[in-house]
């Protein structure tokens, strides 16, 4: 069952402009994951945000995690081309080590 | 360093023929993983390796698909007979096994693209 499912499933925005994708999941997790895929092939770990975080940051992207309501958001500010890609949640399943994927948020950034 | 390796990267086969698909982990990481990604589709877990710990094949969706790894690195996916519903993406991961049971970051590989006429 998917642990993860991501909110919009597309997005596209203007280059320059911030993207929030969000995240939801149904079981109480230790930590949760965000890759960037690009053109369908492999997976780009972006950042690591552990249950007892409410909020974290690397560059451009800020993370935030919501333990009471299962959900967590991905904001990219200031958008470029580049960051066009997939966006996927994804976080380990019933303490197993089974990273568990939502479907993910596709991201257009137009120039 | 390398990153996680796959081989080959596209491979088109006719529908019940065998296939077999590699993976090599970054050197060091004890935990290997793959997925499968159908197209416009999330990332289905199938089978996770740990050590010399039995695998968890729990996601493998039928007695087609098996994997081994050799030496606790290389692994191979196999998938007898293929069936045109096989065709997707082939994702392999690796990561560190951390002190107190838990994993790491994966990091994936660039991935197989099946494909089965």
């Given at each position: 069952s998917q642990q993860g499912e991501e909110d919009p499933q597309a997005l596209s925005i203007q280059e320059g402009e911030n993207a929030t994708m969000n995240c939801s999941y149904k079981t109480s997790i230790n930590n949760l994951q965000w890759y960037r895929q690009n053109s369908g092939r492999g997976l780009v770990h972006l950042i690591l945000i552990r249950s007892n975080e409410r909020e974290k940051h690397s560059g451009r992207l800020r993370v935030t995690l919501d333990t009471s309501k299962k959900s967590s958001s991905l904001l990219i500010t200031a958008?470029?081309?580049?960051?066009?890609a997939s966006y996927f949640c994804a976080t380990f399943q019933g303490g197993s080590e089974k990273l568990v994927f939502g479907k993910g948020t596709k991201l257009t950034v137009n120039p | 360093g390398a990153g996680v390796s796959q081989s080959p990267s596209n491979k088109v086969t006719e529908k019940g023929k065998d296939v077999e698909l590699r993976c090599d982990p970054i050197s060091g990481h004890t935990a290997l993983y793959w997925y499968r990604q159908s197209l416009g589709q999330g990332l289905e877990f199938l089978i996770y390796f740990q050590?010399?710990?039995?695998?968890?094949?729990?996601?493998?969706?039928?007695?087609?698909f098996s994997a081994e790894r050799t030496g606790g690195s290389v692994s191979t996916l196999t998938i007898q007979r293929?069936?045109?519903?096989?065709s997707a993406v082939y994702l392999c991961a690796s990561s560190l096994f951390l002190a107190g049971g838990s994993t790491d970051t994966q990091y994936f590989g660039p991935g197989t693209r099946l494909t089965v006429l």
């Amino acid at each position: 069952s998917q642990q993860g499912e991501e909110d919009p499933q597309a997005l596209s925005i203007q280059e320059g402009e911030n993207a929030t994708m969000n995240c939801s999941y149904k079981t109480s997790i230790n930590n949760l994951q965000w890759y960037r895929q690009n053109s369908g092939r492999g997976l780009v770990h972006l950042i690591l945000i552990r249950s007892n975080e409410r909020e974290k940051h690397s560059g451009r992207l800020r993370v935030t995690l919501d333990t009471s309501k299962k959900s967590s958001s991905l904001l990219i500010t200031a958008s470029r081309a580049a960051d066009t890609a997939s966006y996927f949640c994804a976080t380990f399943q019933g303490g197993s080590e089974k990273l568990v994927f939502g479907k993910g948020t596709k991201l257009t950034v137009n120039p | 360093g390398a990153g996680v390796s796959q081989s080959p990267s596209n491979k088109v086969t006719e529908k019940g023929k065998d296939v077999e698909l590699r993976c090599d982990p970054i050197s060091g990481h004890t935990a290997l993983y793959w997925y499968r990604q159908s197209l416009g589709q999330g990332l289905e877990f199938l089978i996770y390796f740990q050590g010399n710990s039995a695998p968890d094949k729990s996601g493998l969706p039928s007695d087609r698909f098996s994997a081994e790894r050799t030496g606790g690195s290389v692994s191979t996916l196999t998938i007898q007979r293929t069936q045109q519903e096989d065709s997707a993406v082939y994702l392999c991961a690796s990561s560190l096994f951390l002190a107190g049971g838990s994993t790491d970051t994966q990091y994936f590989g660039p991935g197989t693209r099946l494909t089965v006429l």
